[in-house]
């Protein structure tokens, strides 16, 4: 089955979503940890932005719940050691954080050129995504 390849390598799961819905044009992975998804959402926003695409759907996932990670993190000592509160341990800005809580996450964006967006989509006027803020204080 040729489509085993689609299932052993860092890019299977934009290949796969690709295959699935019939898109064209470029597909990209990357695995910059935290930031990927931030990246990818940039990496979308500078190809429509320069004309290279009309739409793209870009964002990011991570799943790290696993015993490797776990156990990488835990011999680093950035996991909070509150489990006899688990409720109180994930408080990333109290200055008596003892580390973070790790988690699970996904968020897809629909990057489209235009002023017009698809029936029901919320407008934008954003001309810079997180990844490029304004160089002056906007606050």
């Known amino acids: 089955d040729p489509r085993v390849a689609l299932t052993t390598f860092g890019g299977a799961a934009s ?8 898109f ?3 597909n990209a ?7 990927s998804g931030t990246i990818a959402i940039g990496e979308g926003w500078r ?12 964002g990011g996932v991570e799943a790290p719940l696993a015993p490797l990670s776990f156990g ?3 011999i680093i000592r950035a996991m909070s050691t509150r489990n006899d509160e688990p409720e109180r ?10 580390g973070f ?14 002023t017009t967006p698809w029936p029901g989509a919320p407008a934008s006027t954003a001309s810079s995504p997180a990844t490029a803020p304004p160089t002056t204080p906007t606050t």
């Open 72 to 74: 990488a993190f835990a």
């Open 89 to 98: 341990a994930c408080r990333p800005f109290d200055r008596d954080r003892d």
């Open 24 to 26: 064209t044009g470029p």
């Open 15 to 22: 290949c796969s979503i690709a295959i699935e819905f019939g």
């Open 101 to 114: 809580v790790m988690g699970e996450g996904a968020c897809m964006l629909v990057l489209e050129r235009g």
């Open 29 to 35: 992975t990357n695995a910059m940890s935290c930031a």
């Open 47 to 58: 190809l429509v932005r320069d004309g290279l695409c009309d739409v793209v759907l870009a």
